[in-house]
């Protein structure tokens, strides 16, 4: 084969073993694949399905408890797999990068991101200070980041989610690698901020004539950036193919499920009451951050402002925004784990924005939220039974009484209530929400509020807690506020749709209206950033 035309990546018949005493023998069994110079190659799978795993061998990142035990990973026709780590520290950087999924975590956070590119040039070239300091400003400006300079000199914590991703890409290509590995760069980031980073990849990867093996569980994502396709399911390869064919002809069973259960951005007429009580209204509510710093006075932040919304029994309102646009701001004045600056918060008759902690403290239980992440919500040194009765027995309820309704509500959720003494990483992500919800269920609240619920969840596992959350709020006729930077998840879970913007809500209205003739430039944009809508909106075309 011509040199010019072999892959930069080939992966032949690659199994790797789990640990012994698992479910399963193997994370990836016999998986073979490649990537040519110039293309996007996308691997699709829920959790478990052996994308990462894949990806950390081939950056020779493994953890000793996996073991890859046949196969090859060929870069540019060199087995990976039988190199020393020396030769794996000259490879990276150099021919094969990696974009993780949280840059937070990524990044050292006590060095300045001008001397986190710049170590990869120190370590693997002998240019001098000065140039090198060129080639960071150069990489710098390729990735559209403003003011090269001042991003040299900033922490990863003084920048946003997008902005630190780029600096991630920045690392990764500023080597020129033959191999970009993205895994899941996307999924934690608002609709319009994933847009701009599936583009910045696409065009650097055309400049820069990179392979790129992009691992996501998002179709959108799949039909806006992806060459070919290749589905996972518990480390197996189902299904291979040009990604309009796979979109508009799937032939497995598995990836016609995984399309199936990605929402749509039309949104359903769901006939919920208009003339229920209203369980939660907030007048003019706005939080304000004031100035602050001690050598260089800092301006005062204005996280939300005239903040207006109202919820009814039986209704779910959806809050949608870019980060940093005040959505869970507003969640956490309502529940008032912080203090709102101004405005009003009645729940019910009753106005709780400024009422003392002891007289809130009894209507605490009527508010009830569902965070994000599962794992940081649930303490791990306590079983899941003990952390779903906790909050009703400070409220009163016997350890029995309390026990019971425990397990009623596993049942509720779909779990097994004989597993209350388990503990959380004894259950998958899907799972752990599912507890999230029966513990916050177990106060028997007014209002349910959840805050980016199911935004780390695999695709198919967030349409299931979806419809849990759908016919939990029809059975037990709550109000729920739904917080979240995914329009296909809002337009399928939500009666009424704010839209929000620097802090303020810049549309509002019943989410057919909001969907279907969006009026301010700011919602027309956002649903503009929404990755696959050509895909859905050409008869699952690309």
Request: glycine content about 8%; aromatic content about 4%; overall charge neutral.
């Amino acid at each position: 084969m011509d040199a010019i035309d072999r892959p930069v990546l080939e992966v032949r018949n690659l199994s790797i073993a789990l640990p012994a005493g698992g479910d399963r023998a193997r994370a990836v069994e016999g998986v073979s694949f490649c990537v040519a110079p110039h293309e996007i190659l996308c691997l699709v799978g829920e959790s478990g399905s052996g994308k990462s795993v894949i990806a950390h061998a081939a950056m020779g990142l493994l953890p000793k408890t996996l073991k890859a035990v046949s196969g090859e990973i060929l870069l540019q026709g060199e087995n990976i797999l039988g190199v020393s780590e020396a030769r794996l520290r000259e490879l990276r950087c150099t021919r094969m990068s990696m974009i993780f999924q949280e840059p937070m975590t990524a990044l050292n956070p006590v060095m300045r991101c001008g001397e986190q590119i710049d170590e990869v040039l120190r370590i693997h070239t002998e240019l001098a200070p000065q140039a090198r300091r060129a080639k960071v400003i150069d990489i710098l400006r390729q990735v559209h980041l403003p003011d090269p300079e001042r991003m040299m000199a900033s922490y990863p914590h003084q920048l946003s989610g997008g902005q630190r991703q780029r600096i991630m890409i920045a690392i990764a290509l500023v080597l020129d690698p033959v191999l970009l590995i993205a895994d899941e760069p996307t999924t934690a980031l608002d609709v319009t901020t994933q847009a701009q980073i599936l583009l910045l990849i696409k065009e650097m990867q055309r400049v820069h004539g990179t392979g790129v093996l992009f691992i996501t569980h998002d179709f959108g994502v799949v039909a806006e950036i992806a060459h070919r396709v290749a589905v996972l399911r518990t480390g197996e390869l189902v299904e291979m193919n040009a990604t309009k064919d796979l979109l508009s002809n799937p032939q497995h069973e598995y990836t016609r499920m995984l399309i199936g259960s990605v929402p749509s951005i039309t949104p359903r007429h769901r006939g919920a009451p208009a003339d229920a009580p209203v369980v939660l209204r907030t007048r003019d509510l706005a939080k304000t951050y004031a100035a602050s710093g001690w050598l260089h006075k800092r301006a005062a932040v204005h996280a939300a402002e005239q903040v207006t919304l109202e919820i009814r029994r039986g209704q779910t309102l959806g809050i949608v925004g870019e980060s940093g646009s005040g959505k869970s701001t507003v969640a956490r004045c309502i529940t008032r784990l912080i203090d709102p600056s101004a405005g009003a918060i009645l729940l019910g008759d009753e106005d709780i924005a400024t009422m003392a902690a002891g007289k809130l403290r009894s209507l605490r239980r009527h508010i009830q939220i569902v965070f994000q992440d599962p794992y940081r919500s649930l303490n791990p040194r306590w079983s899941v039974g003990k952390s779903v009765i906790e909050g009703p027995m400070n409220y009163g309820l016997s350890r029995t009484e309390a026990t019971a309704r425990a397990k009623n509500l596993m049942e509720l959720v779909r779990l097994d209530p004989n597993s209350l003494d388990r503990y959380p990483h004894q259950f998958s992500g899907g799972q752990r929400q599912r507890i999230c919800i029966a513990r916050a269920l177990a106060m028997e609240p007014q209002l349910l509020i959840a805050d980016e619920a199911v935004s780390a969840l695999d695709v198919s596992v967030q349409a299931q807690v979806l419809a849990l959350l759908d016919e939990i709020r029809d059975r037990l006729n709550l109000a729920m506020l739904f917080i979240t930077h995914d329009l296909r998840v809002a337009a399928q879970v939500c009666d009424h749709v704010a839209v929000m913007s620097q802090g303020r809500v810049v549309e509002y209205g019943p989410a057919t209206s909001v969907f279907g003739n969006p009026q301010h430039e700011y919602t027309r944009a956002l649903f503009a950033a929404a990755p696959g809508r050509l895909w859905e909106f050409g008869a699952k075309t690309v």
